[in-house]
């Protein structure tokens, strides 16, 4: 069969992947690490991509492509298709206030009204993570920059193009300008001017955000070729990140994802759009025509790094730890809201260590306590999906700290129902290479890859009480 390949261009390096397109099996793969920071100069990304790319053994055999990426960030052309200036990354929190002003002038004054007004128009409620929060940070704060705009793209369309042989020359022009920049649904709905539940622009929001309207990319749909590349390459559309790992996955609906890294994310392949009016769900869309909602924690496996320095031990130790204590750890309960929380949205919030007696105050009991507070705190994110209507009836449980075995034994019972443990992998530039696969071959939907060595985890023996002491522990917070 073909060979597809998947890259996904994140925030920390491009890796490529190069893949059968029937059976889905793995024939070579490379990567390369991107800069630090929170803005980047994107020639970076394209400079990685072509390192990634010959590590991978190149692509001169390869029938298609499809790229996937960090979602959000903003990347600011001119008229020729020049970056205006180094482009502003999901993670860049400068545009805070501009998400705040943006919420409250859709709003009619009353509490709430903005909140709702964001949601019933795009599923989305403006945080600084959004690239039209970062939009109206630039009009606002480099106005001789903002001036230049002809066109906004995000990362994945931006390399995409590039890809495609567009972008600049050697002088800085572009070749091509940007008019052929393309997209697609996924990676434009955490855009904060896209519709996923109708698939158009909204130019009005995106005209409020910047003052003016520009360029956008086309929106490919799903399984269309969005352009040719060097010696007849086929090229898919993309996604975002998230949309990228569901497919790679082969999520459905019924499945939640549990990612758990350096922070947690929790999110579920929907047949329905969520428009959450709190702000916790993001309505995003995904990478087949279903919806991605999503939501995101701040603390995840920095809060074990912490309680493993606490106690003298690293991971695998404290694993060993945490499996020796009872479920509940005697009553010990860590909220882990190390460097605040954004779900719920406590910014402010400090750790805290609850029930703390004598008896109970061991290596053992902390270990524990600080595993299933991590799960509890997702725990509540995956109650806030449910309570938007998703369903939930197997959990895939990715990221790093997913190889704990602690994490993988005690993940079921707080989170109530069976839970998947796929083998570590590349999961968002595979789901780039099986989208790149499905453009090839032209079905109606992309090739069934089965999930390689997975691992099942049945629910063992629930904690009885912790959800509950966890949630009357965590809700110190939310009333003060």
Sequence with gaps: MPLVAGVDTSTQSCKVVVRDSGTGQLVR?????????????????WRACEEARDRAGGLDDVAALSVGGQQHGMVALDSEGAVVRDALLWNDTRSAKAAADLI????????????????DAVGIVPVASFTITKLRWLAENEPHNAERVAAVALPHDWLTWRIAGDGPTKDGHGADGPQRLVTDRSDASGTGYFDGGSNSYRFDLLERGFGRRVGLPAVIGPGEQARSGPNDLVIGPGAG??????????????DVMV?????????????TPVRDVSGLVAGFSDATGRYLPLLA?????????????????GHAELAELALSAPPGAEGLVLVPYLEGERTPNLPDATGSLHGVRLANTTPANLARAAVEGVLCSLAYAMDALVAQGVAARRIILIGGAAQSEAVRRIAPSVLGMPVVVPNPGEYVADGAARQAAWVLSGADEA???????????????PAVGLRERYAEASQLFLTR
Excluded at 106 to 118: I, M, N, Q, R, V
Excluded at 447 to 461: D, I, Q, R
Aim: aromatic share 6%; glycine share 16%; net charge negative.
């Design 29 to 45: 793969s490379g990567s390369a690490k991107h800069p630090d920071g929170t803005e980047v100069d994107p020639a970076a990304w």
């Design 104 to 119: 409250e002038e859709l709003g009619d004054g009353t509490p709430g009204s903005g909140e709702k007004a964001w949601a």
């Design 241 to 254: 990140d998230n949309a990228g790992a569901a497919l790679g996955l082969g999520a459905r609906p019924g």
């Design 259 to 271: 990612s758990i890294g350096t922070s947690g994310v929790v999110t579920a392949v929907s047949d």
């Design 297 to 313: 924690t701040i603390n995840g496996s920095r809060t074990f790094d912490a309680v493993g320095r606490l106690l003298g031990v």
């Design 447 to 461: 090739p069934t890859w089965e999930l390689e060595a997975t691992t099942t985890y049945e629910v063992e023996a």
